[in-house]
């Protein structure tokens, strides 16, 4: 049995409300809550970066996995906001929790799908007997330009998942891809905020991956969407997540544990796989999980989880994410917000 | 000058083609209307399209399309009257058949529009650029002056301008290339996200992909290749000032009545005598005034009227964009005006299935650029 031993999250404290952001671009927030399903979003702090956020969730889940961290063979880091242009995030990350130097670490990137891209390949070398433990990251501090949709939803979190083969709370039954050239949403060099194509990022690009992805996984686990306890599909916002969802034959029920952009907003690369964290959190022995990232660009990996009896142990030797999501929030107005986020030109 | 006909039609569906190319789309309803008419080859064709060049980088639209239909060495024409290309096209195939010149004709509309264009902008070209556009009006500005005119001046409601958009969606869900196949109601429209004031979202019609093309020849050639063919009674074409400041009234559209007057009068009947429409829809509030420029109603009833249901299909008094119009079927502005007389030659020879308007005898095709500044009406009978 290989799979998850140990997972966590991590996300800032601050937030921006729907209605804040509109407020400046003079846009309709009740349409854009309708619309889009989104509410608020978290904010990293002036500390904070995808290094830090990787760090406290990586915390967690060692926390959880009761493992000595010169163990862990493997470190990937997946984000679209990796701190250095040149220079890994992970080699900061080992430093600070105790792991290597005997260790294989690499920045991953994939619009975002980075994340589950780090779990995919950490699972891999578990299973060929390469590492005892890998070390799994999704990340973000989500860019998004001013006045942009993306404003609403760029989001700052993350979550780190543990790969073993012993004391497994979550065993990866199944995992796929499906990656084609598709040009949604992206990001050249020396620019600071991702551009995308409109509505293309949605049928073409979305839901094409998502759903193809979905049911490929299924044919392969030769399981239906009623097999499943829960269910968490890349969240860009809170709609899509729902109608991808839906066309896979999921119900809302099975997804609601899972779908938490409406007050988290779209974590890139933390994107499902924080949705796959709070189910852990709440996941009895024996559910079963469907899970389909998404990254521009564009693809999907997918998982199936079952989780074990060794869940209860862990749940609660760390923060859950409802804990990071639901308190000691402090909101921000969106002067503030733009200090944050560095879109204030400052004569240093 | 002789008498013309149209034959056959073929058309795409209307919406978001993503895997479709402009030419694809172009050359897909092209070979759908030349199977449809029963014809061996064309002598000539027209290419309605407003802004290739914007929208997807393509210029020179005419040959390219010739090109890829396998129709070269024929003279192919492109068309550009903004979002009055395709009944430009028509019009002009119109001509060319009835001058003689030539027997078989191609009139064909296209435009892809989602294709990472910066679509409002491109839209927006075919208002005044000097006067207009510089001072930041785009159409959805242009026309809710229109509506808040006619608000002002004969009361027409918020209401009465979502009746057109329930009736077209109503309409549109019986048509199998409609954009929108949904039916919705008055509060959906009044509780859409506002535009600009007083249009809401759901009183705008979509941006769309779609191609659409019909085939003329002379009237007595007509039965050689088919039964199912309809009579060209009127074509004509006026234009009025570009931009919206310069017209003594906002509530009228003169290119529209000036049109309708040289139409009537080309074919010798009453606004009363027509038995359906197919008019320019871009908004909700365009329906109305040109239902009232084109004669069917006094001016300023228009909203009433639509309220009433004077112009459903069930009414019988003289129903109004049975197709969906451009607000529930999609408006690929350089398709339209051909999409727009493939509804009325699917109504006049009992092709139009749940839309069918019973005992449709004449039909109006009313397709107007910008707001108003160009305007085409081509009147058809059935034969």
Known sequence: MIGIIGYGSYLPRYRIKVEDIAREWGSDPASIKRGLKLFEKTVPGLDEDTITISVAAAKNALKRAQIDPKDIGA???????HPYAVKPSATILIDALGIGPDVHVASYEFACKAGTEAMFVANSLVKAGEVKYALAIGADTS????????????SAGGSAFIMGAENVVADILFSNSYTSDTPDFWRREHEFYPRHAGRFTGEPAYFRHVVSAGKLLLEKSKMKPEDFDYAVFHMPNGKFPQVAGKKLGFTEGQMKVG???????NTYSGSSP???????DEAKPGNKIFMVSFGSGAGS?????????????VQDKAPKLRDYLDNNKIYIDYGQYAKFREKIILNK | MRDVAVIGFGMTKFGELWNKSIKDIFVEASLNAIENAGVDHIDSMYVGAMSSGLFVGQ????????????????PSTHVESACASGGMAFRQAYLDVASGNSEIVLAGGVEKMNDGADVTAALATAADQEYEVYNGVTFPGLYAMIANAHMHEFKTTSKQLAAVAVKNHLNGFNNPNAQFRSKISIDTVLNSTMVSDPLHLLDCSPITDGGAAVILCPLDMAKKFTDKFVKIIASTQASDSIALYERKSFTSLNAVSNAAEKAYKQCNLKPTEIDLAEVHDCFTISEIVVSEDLGFFNKGKGGL????????????????NTSGGLKSKGHPVGATGIAQIIEVYEQLTGQAGKRQVKNARIGLA??????????TINILEAI
């Open chain 2, 305 to 320: 009227a639509v309220e009433e249901g004077k112009t459903s299909i069930e009414s019988g008094e003289i129903p109004i």
């Open chain 1, 259 to 265: 779908w938490i952009a409406p007050w988290m907003g």
């Open chain 2, 366 to 375: 009313q397709n107007m650029g910008g707001s108003g500044a160009s305007c």
């Open chain 1, 274 to 280: 924080t949705g796959l964290s709070a189910i852990l």
């Open chain 2, 59 to 74: 210029e020179h639209i005419a040959a390219v399309m010739a090109d890829y239909l396998g129709m070269a060495p024929v």
């Open chain 1, 143 to 154: 860019q998004g330009a001013p006045g942009d949709a993306l404003e609403y939803s760029a």
């Open chain 1, 301 to 313: 990996d997918g998982f199936i989880f079952n989780v074990t009896d060794k869940i209860l142990d």
């Open chain 1, 75 to 81: 470190v990937y880091i997946g984000s679209e906001s």
